[in-house]
């Protein structure tokens, strides 16, 4: 599968405890992504990395999210300190330079915050 | 304002039927716009980009109207297949970051 791969598929946490996501985008894109989506609202952006850089972050990232992607190629997303408000589906997509629009994205990990 | 405003649907249409979302945009800046699709539970796909002369792929025609900030997308003869969610979504002035509207849903009937 050339795909945009997320792991895991579903995860619940308690409140306050830490987690971590990781995607695996299409090997030839430079460019991942990371959106947030809740239930009846569209995707949101969150971050994006250029190859291992990252280049932009939302103000819908607190201190308590942090994004990697060391080789420039997988990434990972961690959330600390979890909390109820935390609990969406949690996209990554990958894309060429340029070619945002095209991104595609990877099936989600949907966190559930007890 | 939001930056992206859809039709709130949702919209419950028989097959054959020809169904039209609109959808506004707050950026004058704004530079390339699609339309996604999203199936239920499922990550959403890109359907097509929109153009400003306009363009068409086969039952799908999409509009963009820049001067009213204002994008449509026309789907003939619907299928049962087309039930899904349709975003709108739009780049801003940015050639990174795909700000998406909440999406409209669809329901095609038998």
């Known amino acids: 599968d050339t795909g945009v791969s997320q792991n895991p598929r579903h995860k619940i946490t308690k409140r306050g405890q830490n987690v971590t996501f990781r995607c695996d985008p299409i090997?030839?894109?430079?460019?991942l992504y990371w959106y947030r989506q809740t239930l009846g609202q569209g995707p949101e952006f969150l971050t994006y990395?250029?190859?291992?850089?990252?280049?932009?972050k939302s103000r819908l990232l607190s201190d308590r999210f942090s994004a990697e992607r060391p080789k420039g190629s997988f990434s990972t997303l961690e959330i600390q300190r979890t909390e109820q408000g935390d609990s969406a589906m949690y996209l990554c997509?990958?894309?060429?330079?340029?070619?945002?629009?095209?991104?595609?994205f990877g099936p989600g990990t949907r966190l559930t915050v007890l | 304002r939001k930056e992206v405003e859809q039709d709130p649907g949702p919209f419950n249409v028989p097959e054959g039927a020809t169904v039209a979302f609109n959808c506004t945009y707050s950026?004058?800046?704004?530079?390339?716009f699609f339309w996604y699709r999203q199936d239920c539970r499922k990550e959403p796909k890109l359907l097509m980009s929109?153009?400003?002369s306009g363009n068409e792929d086969g039952r799908f025609t999409a509009q963009l109207n820049r001067a009213s900030q204002y994008i449509s997308l026309l789907i003939r003869d619907s299928k049962l297949s087309d039930s899904a969610t349709y975003l709108c979504?739009?780049?801003?002035?940015?050639?990174?970051?795909?700000?998406f509207g909440k999406g409209t849903l669809l329901t095609v009937n038998p």
């Open positions: 997509a990958s894309s060429l330079v340029g070619l945002a629009g095209d991104s595609f």
């Open positions: 090997s030839e894109h430079n460019r």
């Open positions: 990395f250029q190859n291992e850089a990252q280049l932009e």
């Open positions: 950026n004058s800046a704004s530079q390339s």
């Open positions: 929109v153009y400003s």
């Open positions: 979504v739009e780049t801003g002035g940015s050639n990174y970051k795909l700000t």
